[in-house]
Structure formats: C-alpha cells, structure tokens
C-alpha cells in the first residue's frame, strides 16, 4: 500500500488525475493530450514549490518514509555476490543489522577500477509491513549486532577490504534485555574500536541517524548523507518531550535541533550530501541508489591509495575538527 505523506498529498492527488486522463484517453480513443500536458506542468511547478523548501521535520518524515532504499536495496542495486554473514560469536544474531562480503558491480566502458572489488558491507534493517518490523525489530539493534558489525569490521581489516555502513535507525534498542547484555558498552567499544580500523571505512547516513545506534556504526574516514535523512543525538519527538513536556512539539524540536543534511553538511559533521530526485527517494528509489553508489565510489577511489597511517590520521583528523569554533 502506498504512504502517502500529508504535505505531498496535493502531488500525488494530482498525479493521479493525470493517470486517470490517461487510462480514459487509452479507453475511448479521446484526445485529451493537452490536459494530461497542462496537469503535468501543474504537478511539475507543485512539486518543485512543495520539495523546494521543506520543513527539518517534514524531511524527518521522509527520512522515516517506509519506501525510501534500506540497506539491502543498495546492494541489490550496487553490488553482486552477496553474502551475508551472521552472528556476534557470543550466542546471538541480530537482524536489525545486517553485515556480509560483496563485490562492486563493473560499470563497463565507463569503470572507475572498483568494478569486482570485494568490500565488507554493515547497516541498519527495517522492514516495510509489520511482520518485517516485528523481525528486524524497527531497524533498532540490540548489543548482540553491533558486536556483530564489530566482527565483520575486524574480518575486514585482516583481509584488507574497504568497508561500507549504511545508518538507517531511530536509535539503539532501549529495551531491558538489550540494557542487561551490555547496549551502552557495545556502543561505546564500537565507536573506539572503528577509529583504529586500518582499511578505508565510508559511511551514508540513509534515513534516520539517531543517536549511538547510528554512531556505533559511523564511525568512518568518509560520512555522507542524503539530502532527506535527517543525523542527530535524539529524536525530535523524545526532545520535545524532554524540553516542552509535550512530543507534540516535534516539529518545532526538529528545527531546533539543526538534524538536516544541509545543517549537519555545515557544520562539518557530514562530507557530503547526496541529492535526491525531487519528490524523494522512496519515489525515485532506483536513481537514489545510483547517485549514492556514484559517491560512495569516488571516495573510495580517493581513499583506497592511502597507506595505512594516513587512513588513520585521516579519519583521527575528521573527528577531531568536529566541535571547532573561534573564540574571537
């Protein structure tokens, strides 16, 4: 079934009476050419006055939008021979995360020199109805995956494979039994533990980042993001109900909170901004991927000639400038 977000319901309602001009044209043999033209310039100039200046909680919406890309849709599209691999060694699986080996797809005539290479691949789940939410738990992990990521990044770096995360949660689970085995701890090992990774590490903030469950795999030489997802400590609801009281208010914690990509790209906190197709990824989901494998391969063109040290230092530096200011 189809989600359809309130501020883009005049678009989609609008485009579907062009659908409807359309199959009526095809039915009776009627010309109705110039109508269909006049509503699709009338849907054109809508969407671009409607998607050119949305609100940080309307684009919160959109990075929560059931239909965008999840992590498995990028390597359905980027990537060939996936493997997935399971397990934290310590008796559990988590399907919030997922991690396992692929190889980038060759472009043809137009490969960059990726095409074949073997990467190590880790992200966030969730799923799109509620059976696949009830499984991948809401895209929320719990100890068990981050310890899961953690494996996968040391098995990378001993076989020297680039590492790609994609961030996709709310947040960490908050739950007891994810508190009882250990949840801040595997965060807090994941994040100095990926400092030290010794292969290049890039990261795509793809919907929502939320908190330490985005951190605890982010940690990266590399951090993009795209144009519609949103990166911040706290969820805009869970801050509205800390400051006003009230989670109502989520809307005006959003703007407060600066979580947008735009925000979060000028204050150095991302490197990059991916765009999205005007209307969204979870309609232009097919182009969302390919501008997102586009960007991730140029990095990692630019990073995958660095000796070890200068990874290191790279991504020691990233972090570090985070937080500058001038006190003059």
């Known amino acids: 079934m ?15 009476r062009i659908q409807q001009l359309r199959e009526l044209q095809e039915a009776n043999g009627v010309d109705l050419s ?69 190889r980038f797809k060759h472009l043809g005539a ?15 789940q969730k799923g799109r109805n509620t059976k696949e939410n009830l499984f991948r738990n809401f895209g929320m992990a719990r100890p068990d995956g981050y310890r899961k990521a953690m494996r996968l990044f ?3 770096e001993r076989f020297g494979l680039p590492i790609l995360t994609f961030i996709d949660t709310s947040g960490a689970y908050p739950g007891l039994d994810a508190e009882e085995r250990g949840q801040a701890e595997a965060i807090a090992r994941n994040i100095m533990e990926m400092a030290t990774l010794k292969v290049p590490v890039v ?31 706290i969820s805009p609801e869970g801050c509205a109900a800390i400051l006003w009281r009230d989670r109502a208010e989520a809307s005006r914690a959003a703007e407060a909170l600066r979580i947008t990509a735009s925000d979060c790209l000028s204050l150095g ?29 140029r990095h990692l063109t630019e990073l995958l000639p660095l000796s070890t040290q200068e990874l290191l230092d790279d991504r020691y530096d990233r972090f570090r400038r985070l937080g500058a200011f001038d006190a003059a």
Not at 56 to 62: D, K, S, Y
Not at 207 to 218: M, N, P, Q, V
Not at 276 to 290: C, F, I, K, M
């Open 2 to 16: 189809d989600v359809v977000l309130d501020f883009e319901r005049p678009i989609v309602e609008l485009k579907r």
């Open 34 to 102: 110039a109508s269909i033209e006049q509503l699709e310039v009338q849907a054109r100039r809508l969407q671009e006055n409607i998607f050119g200046k949305l609100t940080p909680w309307q684009r919160t919406q959109l990075a929560r939008h059931p239909h965008r890309p999840y992590t498995l849709d990028y390597v359905d599209g980027l990537f060939t021979e996936w493997t997935e691999l399971h397990g934290d060694r310590c008796g559990y699986d988590d399907h919030a995360i997922v991690g396992g080996t692929a």
């Open 110 to 124: 137009a490969d960059d020199g990726l095409g074949g290479k073997p990467v190590l691949i880790v992200g966030h």
């Open 154 to 156: 040391r098995l990378a």
């Open 203 to 233: 990261c795509l903030v793809a919907g929502e980042g939320g908190s330490g469950g985005a951190l605890a795999i982010g940690v990266a030489n590399r951090v993009l993001m795209l144009e519609n997802s949103v990166y911040s400590v």
């Open 269 to 297: 906190v991302v490197d990059e901004v991916v765009p999205e197709e005007l209307g969204g990824a979870h309609r232009y989901a097919s182009q969302t991927v390919a501008a997102v494998g586009a960007a991730v391969r």
